[in-house]
C-alpha cells in the first residue's frame, strides 16, 4: 500500500495549488523558476480544471496539462494531481438540473459557484468517473506524478429525490426492517411509524423539530455518500497507478465528514488549516488540528492548505503578521506534518478568491510574503531530512467522535449554547499549555497506550465505548471526563437514569437530577477541597449529581441552586467534571491528573508563550509570543535551522523557533 513517504522520499512537501489556467501561458514559465527559487518541490494541479479539460460534454482538452506536468518534471517538482470533479462545469448544470443539489427546502442550489453536485447523482457519478477514468489512463505512467488528490473539501449536502433513494437504500442496509428502524428512530413519538422504505424521506423543511435520530442517520448517510464518490475515483486512479497513493483533503474539524471512517480509505491524510491570525489561541488550534489530523493518519500527515497571508471570508480578513506564517508551518511539521503547502502559489487577479493570499501574492517577488515563503523553503530542505518520516509520542489522548457530535448538537437539546467543537478546543487548550503531548482517539480505539484519557464531552456513546472506557479504568489508566457524556446511546435514545449506569458507578455517581445549562453570561463558582486555592469559575454548564459515597468532592458548587452539589468528582483514576471551568482552572486540572497519571511535560519550566513539540530526535521550540525570550535546555544541542550550537539555553525572538538536536552524544 503506497503512502506519504512514498512521495516525500526523506523530504518535507513544500508547494501548494497551482491554477495556471487562470494565467497566459507565457507566466508558466516564470512560476516554475520562482518555484525553484522558493524551494518549491510540489505543486497541485488540476483542482477546478474540469471546464478546462472538458469544455463540452465528452470533449478532451489535455494539452495545456500535457505541458505543464512536462514543466513541472524538467525543474524537478512533483505533481499532486487532482481529479476536477468538485467543481463541475456549467454545462453539467445546464444540460443535467438533476446533478445540482436541493435545499432542505427543495430549493435548487445552482451553479455559478462550486461544490455544486448532488453526491447522489448517477448522471455526475457517471460523468465524474468517465473524467478520471481518462485523467488516470493518461498521467499514470508520469514522472512527474507523485500524489492522486481526488476532488477537494467535500462539503455538499443534498436533499433531493435521488438522495432520498439512495438514503432508503443505506437504511435498508443499516436496519434490514422498517420495523427495526422505527425501533431505532422512536417513530413511536409524534405518530411517526413508517410502514415501507418508500415513505421515508431526508429531514427536509419541517413545521417543527425534526426526528433526532432520523437527522443523525442523515449525517452519517451524507458522510458516508460522499465517501463513495472519493472510493470510486480512488479506485480507478488506483488501478492505473497502485504504486501512487491517493489523498483528499480534509477541512478542519468540519462536522459533514466522519474523519476517522474517510482516514481509514486514504494513503495520505491531508487538511487545510486556517487559524485566524488575530486569534490569541490561533496557535493552539493549529496545534490541536495537527495532533487530530496526525492521529487520523497514525503516524506522518500533509498539510494541503494553509493561508501565506490573509484568507478572503472572515468578516475582517487581516494578514499574518512577519514570521507568523513561518511559526505556524513549523508548528505543523513538529507536530508530525511532512507536507507544508497552501493555497495557492500565485494569487489570483481575478475570481472569487481573488483577495485570498498566495504565496507569490499581488505584490510579486519584492512582496514580504514570498520572502518569507522563500525562507521557510529553504528551513524545510534542512530540516526535513531530520524528520521525515517521523512520529510523535503522546501519553494523552483526548477522544472525539462525530457521531457524538451529530446527535448533540441538534436542536431540542438543553442549551444552543453548549458547542462541542469549543468544549473540545478548551481541554485541548489545557493540555497544551501543560506542555503535554497529546493524540486524538475514537471512544473505541485501544487506548491501553496512553497514560490519561481526556473526554471534553461526548453526548452519545455507544456500549462498546462504554465498556471501553470502563476497562480503561480498571486496567489503572486515568480517565478525566466532561459533562454531559455517556447520555445516550448510539441511535440517540437517553440512557437509563440520564446517564451510562456503567458510568455513573465509575465516577461514583448515585444519581443525575438535573443538568442545569448556564446562560452565556452566567458563571457558576466552584470551591476546592484543599481551600481558596481550589477555587475557580465554570461556564457554559452545570450539573445536579448525588454521589453514592464512593467519591471524593474534588470541588463542590458555591451558592445558588446547587450549593453543596460535586462540580469535580473522583473516584480512583476516573474524574468528572461537571461544569467548564474557566481556562486557568481548567488548565491546573488537567495538569494535576496528568502528573498524577505520570505524564510530565515534552520540556518543563517554559517561558509563557514557548510550546516544546519532540519529533523523533529533533526537540522544537516554538514561540507564540512578541517579546524575546530565553528557554534553558536538557543539554548541549545544536539548531538545524541556524546551525548555532547551544550549551543549555536558546534565544526565541518574537515567533522564534529552533530545531534543536542533543549532541551530548556526539
Known amino acids: 500500500m503506497p503512502s506519504l513517504s512514498d512521495a516525500t522520499r526523506g523530504r518535507i512537501l513544500f508547494g501548494g495549488d497551482y491554477n495556471p489556467e487562470q494565467w497566459p501561458e507565457e507566466v508558466w514559465a516564470e512560476d516554475a523558476r520562482l518555484m525553484r527559487e522558493a524551494g518549491v518541490n510540489s505543486v497541485t494541479l488540476g483542482v477546478f480544471s474540469w471546464a478546462r479539460i472538458e469544455p463540452q460534454p465528452g470533449a478532451r482538452e489535455f494539452g495545456w496539462l500535457d505541458r505543464l506536468m512536462d514543466l513541472m518534471h524538467a525543474h524537478g517538482i512533483g505533481v499532486v494531481l487532482a481529479t476536477p470533479t468538485s467543481s463541475p462545469p456549467p454545462w453539467m448544470g445546464a444540460r443535467h438540473p438533476e446533478t445540482l443539489p436541493r435545499a432542505e427546502d427543495g430549493s435548487v442550489v445552482w451553479y455559478g459557484s462550486r461544490q455544486h453536485f448532488c453526491a447522489s447523482s448517477p448522471v455526475y457519478r457517471r460523468h465524474a468517473a468517465a473524467l478520471t477514468e481518462d485523467l488516470a489512463a493518461r498521467y499514470a505512467g508520469h514522472p512527474a506524478l507523485t500524489v492522486w488528490h481526488i476532488n477537494n473539501e467535500y462539503c455538499t449536502s443534498c436533499w433531493c429525490d435521488a438522495t432520498a433513494e439512495h438514503f432508503r437504500r443505506w437504511l435498508a442496509g443499516r436496519y434490514t426492517t422498517v420495523a427495526a428502524l422505527n425501533e431505532a428512530w422512536g417513530t413511536a413519538f409524534w405518530s411517526q411509524r413508517y410502514d415501507s422504505w418508500a415513505e421515508i424521506l431526508p429531514p427536509r423543511k419541517a413545521q417543527y423539530l425534526h426526528n433526532p435520530a432520523q437527522v ?303 446562560d452565556a453570561d452566567e458563571v457558576v463558582r466552584c470551591a476546592g477541597s484543599s481551600g481558596d486555592s481550589g477555587d475557580f469559575e465554570g461556564r457554559v454548564w452545570s450539573e445536579e449529581l448525588e454521589p453514592d459515597g464512593s467519591a471524593e468532592t474534588v470541588a463542590a458548587y458555591r451558592g445558588g441552586e446547587l450549593d453543596g452539589f460535586p462540580a469535580v468528582l473522583r473516584r480512583g483514576t476516573a474524574w468528572y467534571v461537571s461544569t467548564l471551568p474557566a481556562p486557568e482552572a481548567l488548565r491546573a486540572l488537567l495538569g494535576r491528573t496528568a502528573g498524577a497519571a505520570g505524564v510530565r511535560p515534552v520540556l518543563a519550566d517554559l517561558p509563557a508563550g514557548v510550546e516544546a513539540v519532540r519529533r523523533g530526535d529533533v526537540l522544537f521550540l516554538l514561540h507564540h509570543g512578541r517579546s524575546r525570550v530565553s528557554v534553558t535546555l536538557p543539554g548541549p544541542h545544536i539548531d538545524l535551522l541556524t546551525g548555532t550550537k547551544t550549551d543549555g539555553r536558546v534565544e526565541l525572538d518574537r515567533y522564534g523557533v529552533a530545531a534543536l538536536r542533543s549532541t551530548t552524544a556526539a
Open 216 to 518: 443523525l442517520d442523515f449525517r452519517r448517510f451524507t458522510s458516508d455518500a460522499l465517501m463513495e464518490c472519493y472510493v470510486a475515483e480512488r479506485d480507478i486512479v488506483a488501478r492505473h497507478s497502485p504504486h501512487i497513493p491517493v489523498t483528499t483533503n480534509f477541512m478542519p474539524l468540519w462536522s459533514g465528514q466522519d474523519a476517522w471512517a474517510w482516514a481509514a480509505e486514504e494513503d495520505i491524510v491531508s487538511v487545510d488549516i486556517y487559524p485566524d491570525p488575530r486569534d490569541p489561541q490561533g496557535g493552539q488550534y493549529n496545534a490541536m488540528l495537527a495532533d487530530m489530523t496526525r492521529s487520523q493518519a497514525g503516524g506522518p500527515w500533509m498539510v494541503m492548505e494553509q493561508a501565506a497571508g490573509a484568507v478572503n471570508w472572515r468578516a475582517v480578513n487581516h494578514p499574518k503578521p512577519a514570521g507568523l506564517n513561518r511559526l505556524w508551518s513549523l508548528q505543523a511539521v513538529a507536530r508530525g506534518a511532512d507536507a507544508v503547502c497552501y493555497f495557492q502559489w500565485r494569487q489570483s487577479r481575478q475570481g472569487a478568491e481573488k483577495f485570498h493570499s498566495g504565496m507569490l501574492g499581488h505584490a510579486g517577488e519584492q512582496g514580504r510574503t514570498f520572502g518569507e515563503v522563500r525562507q521557510l523553503g529553504a528551513e524545510l530542505e534542512i530540516v526535513g531530512p531530520e524528520v521525515s518520516g517521523a512520529g510523535v509520542t503522546a501519553d494523552v489522548a483526548v477522544l472525539h467522535d462525530w457521531d457524538a457530535w451529530w446527535a448533540g448538537s441538534q436542536e431540542g437539546r438543553p442549551s444552543s449554547l453548549l458547542s462541542y467543537t469549543e468544549v473540545v478546543q478548551a481541554w485541548h487548550r489545557g493540555l497544551w499549555e501543560n506542555g503535554v503531548a497529546t493524540d486524538f482517539a475514537r471512544p473505541e480505539a485501544d487506548l491501553s497506550a496512553y497514560r490519561m484519557v481526556a473526554v471534553p464531552h461526548l453526548y452519545l456513546l455507544t456500549d462498546a465505548a462504554v465498556d471501553n472506557l470502563v476497562a480503561y479504568v480498571r486496567g489503572g489508566g486515568t480517565l478525566v471526563c466532561g459533562f454531559f457524556t455517556g447520555i445516550a446511546d448510539e441511535d440517540d435514545r437517553v440512557r437509563p437514569g440520564g446517564m451510562d449506569p456503567r458510568l455513573r458507578e465509575l465516577f461514583g455517581i448515585r444519581t443525575v437530577h438535573e443538568w442545569w445549562p448556564l
